[in-house]
């Protein structure tokens, strides 16, 4: 079950009305045009985030996977785009969760609440995808998706949280105040906590305490 305290449906998609919703704690869904969850969302503030060891060891890891962003809707949509999003979720959350069209509604209809698409690449291939959103101010990595296999993974089992981080990166590097990671539901959310300058909301207000969080979760 997905963890939301309050919904709305808005018809303001102002950045500045879609800024301060976000800092109440709400994120733009999937479900429909201008449907926002108040969840347990995570973001970092850019200020305070610099690279810690470990995120270097990433970026290592991961530096033949650039990153390049277009605006959506996208006209050369392909079916394989949407065949990685629903394998990719329904490998990690089960059958249902995800499908191909719904991956295609996101890109290429006018009614979505998205208007980034992160494509990483490698020198040849595709490594992911990001469907995000972004304002003056944010930007929510908010679905995120790439080739699941054993193949893939034992090439590269960093490539899920390198593309995060790079995402990070360009919002650090765009001027942006915040980027927002999601929510934090599972154990499995773990993987997102290991940024400097995380903040995460109570269902009241941003807190700071990573420690408190993880026994949370």
């Known amino acids: 079950m997905y963890l939301k305290w309050a919904e709305q449906t808005i018809t303001d998609f102002s950045d500045s009305n879609i800024n301060s ?12 045009k201008g449907v926002m969850n108040q969840t347990r969302s995570i973001r970092i503030d850019l200020k305070k ?13 991961t530096e033949d996977i650039g990153l390049r962003t277009y605006d959506l809707p996208i006209e050369d949509y392909d079916w394989s785009i949407g065949k990685m999003a629903k394998d990719f979720y329904e490998t990690k959350f089960g059958k249902g969760i995800f499908s191909a069209n719904k991956t295609k509604e996101l890109l290429t209809s006018n009614q979505s609440n998205f208007n980034k698409f992160f494509i990483y690449k490698n020198k040849t291939d595709i490594a992911g995808y990001c469907i995000a959103l972004e304002t003056n101010k944010i930007i929510h990595y908010a679905y995120p998706f790439y080739l699941l296999s054993p193949i893939s993974y034992l090439l590269n089992p960093n490539t899920g949280l390198g593309m995060m981080l790079k995402a990070v990166i360009y919002a650090k590097e765009s001027g942006k105040k915040y980027i927002y990671l999601g929510s934090a539901q599972r154990p499995t959310d773990t993987y997102k906590l290991q940024f400097e300058g995380l903040e995460w909301f109570d269902g009241k207000g941003w807190k700071t305490d990573i420690d408190e969080l993880k026994k949370i979760l």
Do not use: A, C, H, M
């Open 21 to 32: 919703l976000y800092n109440q704690g709400y994120l733009f869904t999937r479900v429909g």
């Open 49 to 61: 985030f610099k690279l810690t060891s470990e995120n270097r060891r990433i970026l290592k890891k």
